[in-house]
């Protein structure tokens, strides 16, 4: 069974940092791109940001958190990463990990970011 | 970007209807297309993948169709478990986009 557990998150000040982290289990982790979506509070989702299978892997952005958000992948622990700086209060939401680039069936169980002062 | 257009935003119905929601793309993406089903509280769960293939384990009564700029989904006979917000998905390119999602209400 592929399980998605994701970590990190919580309260942050405005122009601060937050990880977030998401471990995979039952699949080859290197053979998949990922995907983090987000979701404002009472709102719809939203794309943040994609990165492909390899080591590194090549990621895209949406123009929300471009230059500000940074996907990462340890392919040796199966673990995806997205580093959140200067964070702003519409930065808050939950974030999900979704395995695939073309987002699959597999989400974790989201973690919620709030930014405010 | 490819905006998503998904209609209505929401609808109310009874058990046993059968309920049609719509995506309308702002350019062709082929069949990239996915249906989430998502209730309250809960992470999205794919119901249909590629426009029109059933995710494995989701009810029958679910379809999808369509292809280039329109997509369909369509329950058959709702059923309780089906009242939930409804999103679709295109990945044909980057940035990925969502539908603004359809809420499935109680009549």
């Known amino acids: 069974d592929v399980q998605v557990l994701q970590s990190g998150g919580g309260l942050e000040q405005p122009g601060g940092s937050l990880r977030l982290s998401c471990t995979v289990s039952?699949?080859?982790?290197?053979?998949?791109?990922m995907t983090w979506a987000r979701q404002a509070p009472g709102m719809g989702l939203d794309w943040v940001s994609g990165?492909?299978?390899?080591?590194?892997?090549?990621?895209t952005y949406a123009d929300s958190v471009k230059g500000r958000f940074t996907v990462s992948r340890d392919n040796s622990k199966n673990t995806l990463y997205l580093e959140m700086n200067s964070l702003r209060v519409e930065d808050t939401a939950v974030y999900y990990c979704?395995?695939?680039?073309?987002?699959?069936?597999?989400w974790g169980q989201g973690t919620l970011v709030t930014v405010s002062a | 970007d490819i905006q998503m257009t998904q209609s209505p935003s929401s609808l109310s119905a009874s058990v046993g209807d059968r309920v049609t929601i719509t995506c309308r793309a702002s350019?062709?993406?082929?069949?990239?297309l996915n249906w989430y089903q998502q209730r309250p509280g809960k992470a999205p769960k794919r119901l249909i993948y590629?426009?029109?293939s059933l995710q494995s384990e989701v009810p029958s009564r679910f379809s999808g169709s369509g292809s280039g700029t329109e997509f369909t989904l369509t329950i058959s006979s709702l059923q309780p478990e089906d009242f939930a917000t409804y999103y679709c998905?295109?990945?044909?390119?980057?940035?990925?986009?969502f539908g603004q999602g359809t809420k499935v209400e109680v009549k």
């Open positions: 039952g699949l080859t982790f290197s053979h998949v791109g």
């Open positions: 350019q062709g993406i082929r069949n990239d």
């Open positions: 998905l295109q990945h044909n390119s980057y940035p990925r986009t």
């Open positions: 590629g426009a029109s």
């Open positions: 979704v395995v695939g680039d073309n987002p699959s069936g597999y």
């Open positions: 990165i492909s299978s390899g080591d590194p892997g090549s990621c």
